[in-house]
């Protein structure tokens, strides 16, 4: 089975920086397309970022955040900066069990819990 814990989340200011983590259990790791999703009360779980076959982000944070990877420690990061408020949200990380590139929840197989990240102005 595989684990994923996401760490790193906070309150900033508008303008501010946080670097998340997401911490994955287990062998193969790097051969896991793993992404970065978030929700904010009331709307859906919304596509930030993947890396996987190659890398793409949501028009949303192009500029702003950068997804990277550690495969030798099992860990993904995804340094968020500029942040605004509407970044508010739970930031979940997610992996699936090959790599391609996909913007879609409905891809990935394994969730972690959430973080939240909380920008005021």
């Known amino acids: 089975q595989v684990q994923l814990v996401e760490s790193g989340g906070g309150l900033v200011q508008v303008g501010g920086s946080l670097r998340l983590s997401c911490a994955a259990s287990?062998?193969?790791?790097?051969?896991?397309?793993m992404g970065w999703f978030r929700q904010a009360p009331g709307k859906e779980r919304e596509f930030v970022a993947v890396?996987?076959?190659?890398?793409y982000y949501a028009n949303s944070v192009k500029g702003r955040f950068s997804i990277s990877r550690d495969n030798a420690k099992n860990t993904m990061y995804l340094q968020m900066n500029s942040l605004k408020p509407e970044d508010t949200a739970v930031y979940y990380c997610?992996?699936?069990?090959?790599?391609?590139?996909?913007?879609?929840?409905?891809?990935?197989?394994?969730w972690g819990q959430g973080t939240q990240v909380t920008v005021s102005s």
């Open positions: 997610a992996a699936r069990g090959s790599y391609f590139t996909s913007a879609s929840k409905d891809d990935y197989d394994y």
């Open positions: 890396s996987g076959g190659t890398i």
């Open positions: 287990g062998r193969g790791f790097s051969g896991y397309t």
